[in-house]
């Protein structure tokens, strides 16, 4: 093997073990959160309310943030990372978009889905369809992102080697 394929090779397995890291940490921070008691939820919660609500001031925005804003954002960003990292993570071990595509989405649904349910387990918490239908549009706006950046990208690339 060349040193340019050796390279490659060393490369696409750094990035799928970054990968496989960053999802799997993103999960563990989702489920840690989902056993926070409510009071410790809320407290989070307030904690970030609060920092929004001082940077929306420090930019003379008129817009105040409220518990179920930030529950909302950080439910849909979550996942919408979630999807993100997913569907990266399995492109680069499948060369079949749509496997990857599919996989991910069914990741998503079912991190989604133990999310919930370990809020059963958790004081003063409840499974939330809601936040179940947050989470899954989170995700799949993640997912269908990268899909669309790659087509952008491969798009731009055909329209300059037309130039050429």
């Known amino acids: 093997m060349g040193d340019y394929m050796k390279n490659k090779h060393i490369a696409l397995l750094m990035a799928r073990i970054l990968l496989c890291v960053f999802t799997l940490s993103l999960v563990v921070f989702i489920f840690y959160n989902s056993m926070q008691t ?84 958790s004081n003063g918490r409840a499974f939330q369809f809601s936040d179940l239908i947050i989470d899954i549009t989170g995700s799949l706006l993640g997912i269908v992102g990268v899909f669309l950046i790659a087509l952008l990208i491969k798009n731009h690339k055909i329209k300059v080697s037309e130039k050429e």
């Open 38 to 121: 409510a009071t410790d939820s809320n407290a989070s919660s307030g904690r970030i309310m609060t920092l929004l609500n001082n940077l929306c001031t420090s930019l003379n925005l008129n817009f105040s943030f409220n518990q179920e804003n930030v529950r909302t954002l950080a439910h849909f960003s979550e996942f919408g990372l979630l999807g993100v990292l997913s569907v990266l993570t399995l492109l680069s071990f499948f060369a079949v978009k749509a496997k990857s595509l599919v996989l991910s989405v069914i990741f998503s649904v079912l991190t989604a889905l133990t999310d919930e349910c370990i809020q059963l387990f």
